[in-house]
Nanobody, 127 residues
Framework: QVRLMESGGDSVQPGGALTLSCVAS????????IGWFRQAPGKAREAVAS????????YWLDSVRGRFTIARDNAQITVTLQMTGLKSEDSGMYYC????????????????????WGAGTQVTVSS
């Protein structure tokens, strides 16, 4: 089973930028759809973006298109989420998760479609 570990969360001011990283512990990662999710206090977990093994990607939230960029490096077994123009509503715990297959679109962004999760990294956007 793939194990995932996130890093890069921090506290930043509105308009700031962060890059989150998700590192997988096993080569199985290379064949899996990987997604970034976020969860604010009192709210449901929501899909932010997902990326196929060969790099095609889906942004599930209209609010992040043009500001967030998901990428993966299978040689380093890493998926990153570059976030710019951060807003207070981007605050929350960010998680990366892996599906057991490569089909990101079939997940429809549903958290239950992803079988392996990291522990999360906190992003706080506040002035």
């Amino acid at each position: 089973q793939v194990r995932l570990m996130e890093s890069g969360g921090d506290s930043v001011q509105p308009g700031g930028a962060l890059t989150l990283s998700c590192v997988a512990s096993e080569d199985q990662f290379k064949d899996s759809c990987i997604g970034w999710f976020r969860q604010a206090p009192g709210k449901a977990r929501e899909a932010v973006a997902s990326i196929y093994p060969l790099g095609a990607h889906i942004y599930w939230l209209d609010s992040v298109r043009g500001r967030f960029t998901i990428a993966r490096d299978n040689a380093q077994i890493t998926v990153t989420l570059q976030m710019t123009g951060l807003k207070s509503e981007d605050s929350g715990m960010y998680y990366c998760a892996a599906k057991s297959d490569k089909n990101c679109y079939a997940s429809e962004g549903r958290p239950e479609a992803f079988s392996t999760w990291g522990a999360g990294t906190q992003v706080t956007v506040s002035s």
